[in-house]
């Protein structure tokens, strides 16, 4: 089992940037897919972006040209790289390792005047 930790979140106006980032410990990380997912208040838990362990990338719709997944396999850590946040942003976000039932506690984004 691999132990995920997000941290980073926070409160921030329409048009800010946030950067998220999740540390892992256990496993070989980078072999590991992994994810970024959030969930609104109300709402599902919904796919934000991915990055495989050979660095290739995918977003939601919602989020492309927006937000930037990254990895540096020698921290052992995943960033997404929130830019020009919007309202509807707001949720907890959590990171996932691809495939497992692994998650982190997730991080608070708030985006509001």
């Known amino acids: 089992q691999v132990r995920l930790g997000e941290s980073g979140g926070g409160l921030v106006q329409p048009g800010g940037s946030l950067r998220l980032s999740c540390a892992a410990s256990?496993?070989?990380?980078?072999?590991?897919?992994m994810g970024w997912y959030r969930q609104a208040p109300g709402k599902q838990r919904e796919f934000v972006a991915s990055?495989?362990?050979?660095?290739?990338?995918n977003y939601a719709e919602s989020v492309k040209g927006r937000f930037t997944i990254s990895r540096d396999n020698a921290k052992k850590r995943v960033y997404l790289q929130m830019n020009r946040l919007k309202p509807e942003d707001t949720a907890v976000y959590y990171c996932?390792?691809?495939?497992?039932?692994?998650w982190g506690q997730g991080t608070q984004v708030t985006v509001s005047s």
């Open positions: 990055i495989t362990s050979s660095g290739s990338t």
């Open positions: 996932n390792r691809a495939g497992s039932s692994d």
């Open positions: 256990g496993g070989i990380f980078s072999i590991y897919g």
